[in-house]
Nanobody, 123 residues
């Protein structure tokens, strides 16, 4: 079992930055690949970024490439999403997810999910 808890969301103006964190707990948490997803009101949950369990490989959605960076700390149990040059269309609830397979961009492929953190970007 892996438990995930996101933090770091909030309200920011367009062009600003936020860093989201996802703390994973559980005996095998460090062995899982991690992903970030987001879901805006009335829309499906969409892939944002993923990182391998070693931290050595990452993938990004085209919509965030060059603006967002996913990373994980040396313990491999905290994953970050640095979001720069934020746009109003980035407004959504952001979720982190864990799965032993990598890379996975489909939400249904992930086994564990956090509760989400709200990110709101004002214009």
């Amino acid at each position: 079992q892996v438990q995930l808890e996101e933090s770091g969301g909030g309200l920011v103006q367009a062009g600003g930055s936020l860093r989201l964190s996802c703390a994973a707990s559980g005996r095998t948490a460090s062995r899982y690949a991690m992903g970030w997803f987001r879901q805006a009101p009335g829309k499906e949950r969409e892939f944002v970024a993923a990182i391998s369990f070693t931290g050595g490989s990452t993938v990004y959605a085209d919509s965030v490439k060059g603006r967002f960076t996913i990373s994980r700390d040396t313990t491999k149990i905290t994953v970050y999403l640095q979001m720069n040059s934020l746009k109003p269309e980035d407004t959504a609830v952001y979720y982190c997810a864990a799965d032993w397979r990598y890379p996975q961009i489909a939400a249904q492929s992930y086994e564990y999910w956090g509760q989400g953190t709200q990110v709101t970007v004002s214009s």
